[in-house]
């Protein structure tokens, strides 16, 4: 499911390119004002993602934007509407880094529908996929320096971004079912991937390296964007692409990078 925010620029500015870990931030004192207030402090996945700021272009002030958050956890969007409803009444602006932002508005959650069996997504932030230290001869990766991972880019085996892109689908998948308690699939079911959609097709655009500031210093992110077509031919593969896609895909999706977007059939 997705919520969409209108953001009305306080100031001017010109536009920021890391703005995922003040963005994060944001995010994350509306949930707790919303009524969640320990998910900062959970380990494992968050299971929420947004997009960038859209339009793309320079901030103007009283000039409308953009952002779309997603998640498969309907508390946690509520939560989310909740605060902005209050922030609205109360005239309070949402703070990314330096600049303001007043909320001009804030939907309801709504879902992204799967009518087909093939479903054609495009990334809007970048997927990123780290291959672990143990799986570097599976992918005939060899380095001079003891590295404990890569993030995956252009010079890896594209079967090594797929893999483990799949392989964290399937884990965030059955955490999130498990979580929530819901019984769409057995135990076995569960073990054997059998709820799992098909990727039919992939083409990767471009590699995307990302700056963040987290606690004062800036980190380089390697990230990538693509199309992908899955295949859901029933009811429990689509409520796991669904899961999957409100998620995010790939990994640090909190921070924003994997949200993707629906190729709509014409």
């Known amino acids: 499911m997705r919520l969409l925010l209108k953001l009305t620029p306080m100031q001017s500015h010109i536009y920021i390119n ?6 994060q931030a944001a995010v994350y004192s509306l949930i707790r004002e919303g009524g969640i207030p320990a998910l900062h402090e959970k380990k ?21 934007k953009n952002l779309l958050i997603s998640s498969p956890d309907l508390e946690v969007l509520k939560s989310i509407e909740s605060a902005c409803h209050r922030r609205i009444e109360s005239d309070q602006p949402i703070i990314i880094d330096n600049l303001r932002f007043k909320i001009s508005g804030i939907s309801k959650p709504f879902r992204i529908d799967l009518m087909h069996d093939q479903v054609n997504i495009i990334t809007a932030t970048p997927i990123v996929v780290r291959i672990p230290k143990a799986k570097f001869e599976d992918y005939g990766i060899e380095l001079k320096i003891n590295y ?6 252009e010079d890896i ?12 689908i399937a884990k965030k998948v059955k955490g999130f079912l498990r979580i929530q308690e819901k019984n769409l699939y057995t135990a076995h079911d569960l073990d054997e991937g059998y709820f799992l959609p098909m990727i039919l097709s992939y083409k990767f655009i471009k590699s995307v390296s990302k700056p963040i500031v ?23 593969q689509k409520a796991a692409l669904e899961i999957a896609i409100d998620s995010g895909l790939g990994e640090r999706n909190s921070l924003g990078f994997g949200f993707v977007n629906l190729i709509r059939n014409q």
């Open 44 to 64: 494992g996945y968050k299971f929420f993602c947004f997009s960038n700021i859209f339009p793309y272009g320079d901030f103007q002030t009283g000039s409308e």
């Open 214 to 236: 987290v606690k004062q210093a800036k980190q380089m992110i390697i990230g990538s964007l693509w199309n992908f077509s899955f295949f859901a031919e029933n009811a429990a």
């Open 148 to 153: 404990n991972y890569l993030f995956w880019r």
């Open 157 to 168: 085996p594209v079967d090594a971004f797929v893999n483990q892109l799949y392989e964290n």
């Open 18 to 23: 890391d703005y995922y870990y003040h963005l």
